[in-house]
């Protein structure tokens, strides 16, 4: 079952009288349970398009269906209901909350979920353990590394079982072996618990990790290949 | 956990914060203090007014009032009488009292003064003379030929105890009257316009002075506590025979009329003043943090925010800065009003504040109605301008925020 589709995706900035087509006709569809790379050189529409399946912007064209929601039929408000939901968020840097501290980061997104705060706090508690985290609860993102603000930020995004989780160059502040293990652990969640990843990047050793390759580039998609596991 | 991040938010700058938190105490305490400092000199203008023989209420004859000579006496006063113990509340006072403009002359000097005929100890109960300071004694049934005069005519006519002075002024036959008094009692006044214009004799000795028989000039009211007023007026009116008229103390005093006014007028706009100045520093202030967070703002809306939750959350900031302020404002306030309660001295500046009939000691008091008023448009108008950058906040879009890195 596709939980992402993508028909004919456009997408054109308009900066002034410049208008730059970053995304050039893309048709994607992604199976639930992948762990997909969205791989290319900067510059390529990877981050555009992450944030045009987030419903973060809307394409110029083209249409976008997320876990069976037409996008072009929801307005800016059913869209956040939406990503609270059923998007999970990991972005490259600023992913975190800086006045709450890791475990509270992380019920944010139940609170505003309306999750009792029991609940809130077990599930949160449960999440971070599976990242490895159990023993900074209580730390503040500035008291955390680069990695493990990036594990706040993939156990804040799974936290409430959603359809995908979209990761836009998750590892690109991270040394190498950091990253290596961040994306081992989003494998393993993959692999363990069916959490649907997408993910973008540029860089040669993440994009091994990805069971399908989807290269991007000048906007379209170049390549799409499945990879055995 | 809104307020708790809306607090630590807040801390994250704490110098700012305190900026705009002194910003709001000292206006909240300005406003307070202002109302009560207002509030105690206008109760005590008042008062010493109605108590500079005036009363809460007076009847005259009609025409008295416009032109007070006199053959616009009150010829039967007992008629007068008879109403008001019908009319009026059991607790209510009143006393009669001749008044007539004449001239004081002793060797040296002349001056015109305001010859007061009371009935002693009716007077003492409704009007100042009853408690101000009095240096020698004051007037008693057997004393027809005895005076008492203010401080400050004394000195100005150069004249002292037992000494004599002479009063003259016209009668009902149109003839020039005069009489010797001795100062009995020298009194000392809140001011010192009183002090100069106003003479007591006893009501007899002026009424045989100006060959006026039993005719006084007016009776004065005092209404016990509670009492309202316009209703009291009204019901004197209706009861009064033609000829006579009931004075409140605002028609006998437009210029304190005026002054309340004016008052309110002058704290309506001091509010403003203040609201403005700590309206914008709130304003700038929640706008900076605003647009510093601009990719936290990004953040919570890609996490699935919605405006309405961001609006709060700008708004709770707002909130706590307005109730921290508020309260060390109101603490502050009421500090410093109960620190001067025992009076703020302004006799350096009376000279000048004399004339409105204020006092040279004023009791600031906080009124619960104005710390209301004062609280409630700090709070609410302070919440009411954190809308626009709550509403900047609600307004970025998730991709525009994040790209500010
Ligand atoms: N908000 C924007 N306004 C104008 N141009 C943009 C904006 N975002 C991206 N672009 C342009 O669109 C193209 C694709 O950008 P992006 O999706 O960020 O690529 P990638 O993430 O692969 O580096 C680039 O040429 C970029 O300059
Ligand atoms: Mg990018």
């Given amino acids: ?229 | 956990m809104f307020f708790k991040m809306a607090w630590r938010n807040l801390w994250r700058n704490p110098r700012r914060t305190t900026v705009i938190l002194i910003a709001v105490v000292i206006g909240l305490w300005s406003l307070l203090f202002l109302n009560a400092f207002m509030r105690g000199a206008i109760e005590q203008m008042v008062e010493n007014n109605i108590s500079i023989l005036t009363g809460h209420l007076k009847v005259q004859k009609t025409g008295y009032h416009s032109d007070p000579v006199i053959e616009n006496s009150i010829t039967q006063p007992d008629e007068v009488k008879g109403v008001l113990a019908k009319v009026l509340p059991k607790e209510a006072r009143y006393t009669s009292r001749v008044r007539l403009q004449v001239v004081a002359s002793n060797a040296r000097h002349n001056a015109g003064v305001t010859l007061v005929g009371i009935d002693p100890e009716a007077e003492a109960e409704m009007s100042f003379i009853g408690d101000a300071p009095l240096q020698g004694r004051y007037l008693s049934a057997d004393t027809p030929h005895k005076i008492l005069a203010g401080r400050a005519l004394v000195e100005k006519m150069e004249t002292q105890l037992e000494y004599k002075l002479v009063l003259m002024g016209q009668d009902t036959q149109n003839e020039i009257a005069s009489r010797a008094f001795r100062i009995r009692g020298i009194f000392d006044a809140e001011l010192e316009s009183t002090e100069k214009q106003y003479v007591f004799v006893l009501k007899q000795a002026a009424q045989d002075m100006l060959r006026m028989g039993p005719a006084v000039s007016e009776f004065s009211v005092l209404l016990p506590e509670g009492a309202l007023l316009p209703g009291v007026a009204q019901a004197l009116k209706e009861a009064l025979p033609e000829g006579y008229r009931v004075y409140t103390w605002r028609e006998l005093l437009p210029l304190m009329d005026a002054y309340l006014k004016m008052f309110d007028g002058f704290i309506y706009l001091w509010t403003v003043a203040v609201f403005i100045a700590m309206g914008f520093g709130l304003v700038n202030t929640i706008l900076m943090t605003v647009y510093e967070r601009m990719h936290e703002f990004g953040l919570l809306k890609a996490l699935g925010m919605k405006s309405g939750w961001i609006i709060r959350e700008v708004l709770a900031e707002a909130f706590l800065i307005l109730v921290l302020g508020m309260a060390a404002g109101n603490g502050l306030g009421v500090i410093t009003v109960e620190a001067m309660s025992g009076g703020l001295d302004l006799s350096a500046f009376a000279a000048g504040a004399e004339f409105a009939g204020m006092s040279r000691i004023i009791y600031p008091r906080i009124v619960l109605q104005d710390m209301l008023v004062a609280n409630g448009v700090v709070f609410f108008l302070g919440l009411g301008v954190s809308l626009y950058p709550a509403l900047k906040a609600a307004r970025f879009t998730p991709v525009e925020a994040m790209l500010q890195t």
Avoid: C, W
């Fill in chain 1, 1 to 229: 079952m596709a939980i992402v589709e993508l028909t004919g995706v456009t997408k054109t900035y308009q900066q002034g009288k410049v208008s730059v087509q970053a995304l050039r006709g893309v048709d994607l569809r992604v199976e639930k349970g992948s762990f997909l790379a969205l791989a290319g050189p900067s510059g390529s529409g990877k981050t555009t398009l992450l944030n045009l399946i987030g419903g973060l912007d809307r394409p110029s064209q083209g249409d976008i269906r997320v876990d069976e929601h037409d996008f072009a039929r929801m307005n800016q408000s059913e869209l956040a209901e939406l990503r609270l939901f059923k998007i999970g968020f990991v972005f490259q840097s600023y992913n975190l909350i800086p006045v709450l501290s890791a475990l509270e980061n992380v019920e944010f997104v139940m609170l505003l979920q309306r999750i009792g705060a029991a609940e809130r706090r077990q599930r949160a508690e449960a999440v971070l353990a599976e990242v490895g985290l159990s023993g900074l609860l209580e730390r503040r993102p500035l008291e955390l590394s680069g990695g493990q603000q990036q594990r706040v930020a993939v156990a804040r995004a799974i936290v409430s079982g959603p359809a995908i989780v979209l990761a836009d160059e998750p590892t690109a502040n991270l040394d190498s072996k950091t990253g290596q293990g961040l994306l081992e652990m989003m494998k393993t969640l993959n692999a363990q618990k069916g959490v649907t990843f997408i993910f973008s990047t540029h860089d040669n050793m993440v994009m091994d990790y990805a069971r399908r390759l989807v290269l991007i580039r000048d906007g379209r998609v170049a390549e799409d290949q499945v990879k055995g596991s």
